[in-house]
């Protein structure tokens, strides 16, 4: 066992992954080791590697053995894992978050941690792929377990708010910024401001929507100004001014 985990290390230095996932699966099938110690060994080896590629095909490696012999705590922690690799790339967005929804069927053998992390990158993830209902549904999973208030939750909360603006449900924004606004992040304010002025333009309650785009317009940052510009020349083409 000694001479396959130092046999591991080596491969691992040269980032071979045909050769990291044959021996490590020697590794885990040697009958000097239990095989719940061996998986879990090689699960804290896989999560100190800072090279991604040895990382995936050790943590890919561990799912595939792990279904094999039945065991979902395994499978869910290495499936979270390549979840949180792989949605890294932007290129294969829908893929990935395909992937991560199967956590869903063994998120009872996560820490509260994990779960967080999970239903709040997810729902950020599906944001950005424009599924607005799972992105709410993920982040009121998250919201019911997370009572500290991180930057995460907060971007998560964001996506949520931006998830039922994008679904025409504008009293459930309104409702939802006066919780988001106060989170402490740079950000914030900001994109508080931009949502409520927003909103009430597509509520079309001009009288209040007016004010606040003429006021926001010289308080926002440089970037977001445009959109108050914006919002204002849709107001005044659409009412002849």
Do not use: W
């Given at each position: 066992v000694?001479?396959?985990?130092?046999?591991?290390?080596?491969?691992?230095?040269?980032?071979?992954?045909?050769?990291?996932?044959?021996?490590?699966?020697?590794?885990?099938?040697?009958?000097?080791?239990?095989?719940?110690?061996?998986?879990?060994?090689?699960?804290?080896?896989?999560?100190?590697?800072?090279?991604?590629?040895?990382?995936?095909?050790?943590?890919?490696?561990?799912?595939?053995?792990?279904?094999?012999?039945?065991?979902?705590?395994?499978?869910?922690?290495?499936?979270?894992?390549?979840?949180?690799?792989?949605?890294?790339?932007?290129?294969?967005?829908?893929?990935?978050?395909?992937?991560?929804?199967?956590?869903?069927?063994?998120?009872?053998?996560?820490?509260?941690?994990?779960?967080?992390?999970?239903?709040?990158?997810?729902a950020l993830?599906?944001?950005?792929?424009?599924?607005?209902?799972?992105?709410?549904?993920?982040?009121?999973?998250?919201?019911?377990?997370e009572t500290n208030d991180t930057e995460l939750k907060a971007r998560a909360y964001l996506a949520m708010i931006n998830s039922y603006y994008f679904l025409d449900q504008f009293d459930a924004v309104e409702k939802h910024l006066d919780v988001f606004e106060k989170f402490e992040y740079d950000f914030v304010s900001d994109s508080t401001k931009i949502n409520r002025a927003a909103t009430k333009v597509r509520k079309k309650e001009y009288d209040e929507a007016i004010p606040m785009l003429k006021t926001y317009l010289w308080e926002l940052a440089q970037e977001n100004r445009i959109h108050m510009a914006n919002e204002l020349l849709d107001i005044y083409l659409e009412t002849g001014n």
């Open positions: 000694d001479v396959l985990r130092e046999l591991l290390l080596e491969v691992i230095r040269f980032s071979n992954q045909t050769l990291i996932s044959k021996v490590a699966l020697k590794l885990l099938e040697s009958p000097l080791e239990d095989t719940n110690t061996a998986i879990e060994q090689l699960y804290d080896l896989a999560d100190t590697l800072t090279d991604t590629d040895s990382k995936l095909a050790l943590f890919k490696l561990i799912v595939r053995y792990s279904r094999e012999r039945g065991i979902p705590l395994f499978i869910a922690k290495g499936l979270l894992q390549t979840y949180m690799i792989e949605r890294l790339d932007l290129k294969r967005m829908d893929e990935s978050y395909k992937d991560g929804e199967e956590i869903l069927h063994y998120i009872e053998f996560l820490s509260k941690e994990q779960k967080i992390n999970y239903y709040f990158r997810m993830q599906a944001f950005a792929i424009k599924k607005y209902k799972q992105c709410i549904k993920l982040c009121e999973s998250g919201l019911a377990l």
